[in-house]
């Protein structure tokens, strides 16, 4: 399983990296693959539960801090795939080199 997400603090101001750095922590500290970009963090796993711990976890350390959060979040859910984010991407990228 694969999640994409975005945790955005709201009413704090504009500079919102250091809240969003919190919840890139919680991903970080989980042990499961992950990526982050401009836009959002992917986490893989194995489980729904595995990969919705670790979004709830991140989510609660912006929470702690703000007075309201924003969640965006997106799933891939393919039973017996692992590497995902990895193959995906190289799958594309294989695309891209054929000319």
Same mark, same amino acid.
């Given at each position: +399983?694969?999640?994409?997400?975005?945790?955005?603090? $709201?009413?704090?101001?504009?500079d919102?990296?250091?809240?969003?750095?919190?919840?890139?922590?919680?991903?970080r500290? @989980?042990? *499961?693959?992950?990526?982050?970009?401009? +836009?959002?963090t992917?986490i893989?796993?194995?489980?729904?539960?595995e990969? +919705?711990?670790?979004?709830k976890?991140?989510?609660?350390?912006?929470?702690a801090?703000?007075?309201r959060?924003? *969640?965006? $979040? /997106?799933?891939?859910i393919?039973?017996?795939?692992t590497?995902? +984010?990895? @193959? /995906?991407?190289?799958?594309?990228e294989r695309? *891209?080199?054929?000319?």
């Amino acid at each position: +399983m694969i999640v994409a997400f975005s945790v955005s603090p $709201l009413g704090v101001g504009e500079d919102v990296g250091e809240y969003v750095a919190e919840a890139v922590r919680v991903v970080r500290e @989980s042990g *499961l693959p992950n990526r982050t970009d401009a +836009m959002f963090t992917t986490i893989e796993g194995e489980s729904w539960d595995e990969v +919705m711990d670790v979004v709830k976890r991140a989510v609660a350390a912006v929470e702690a801090r703000a007075p309201r959060v924003s *969640l965006v $979040l /997106k799933a891939d859910i393919r039973p017996g795939v692992t590497d995902g +984010m990895t @193959s /995906k991407v190289a799958t594309v990228e294989r695309h *891209l080199a054929v000319e």
